[in-house]
């Protein structure tokens, strides 16, 4: 039983050790066809969240205040946009399509 138990402890132990040592993702999306869903670390907070059209147009420019930002798509017409997420000298970059 002790040996169980310090093998369980063990595992537990090296379990939490590797996952604080992976590098967080700096930004995480969810969406569907209205909605984009932005997560950031504290990082990104603070910066800027442009979005643009197919053609290279800004459509809206927001300063990211909290680490969520959700971005309404719903009285945009469709077509595919490309959000840029930058703070610093880090930029992100994604792409929305609306049907």
Known sequence: MKT?????????LVI?????AAPK?????LSDDQLFILKTT???KG????????????????????RKMVIDFKNVTPGSYRIK???????E???FTKN
Do not use: C, N
């Open 4 to 12: 169980f138990i310090a093998l369980s402890t063990t595992m537990l």
């Open 16 to 20: 939490a050790s590797l996952s604080m």
């Open 25 to 29: 993702p700096g930004l995480t999306t």
């Open 42 to 44: 504290r990082q990104f």
């Open 47 to 66: 910066g800027e969240v442009e979005v643009y059209s197919s053609s290279g147009y800004l459509v809206t420019s927001h300063r990211l205040i909290r």
């Open 85 to 91: 997420v930058k703070k610093g000298a880090s930029i």
């Open 93 to 95: 970059e994604f792409t």
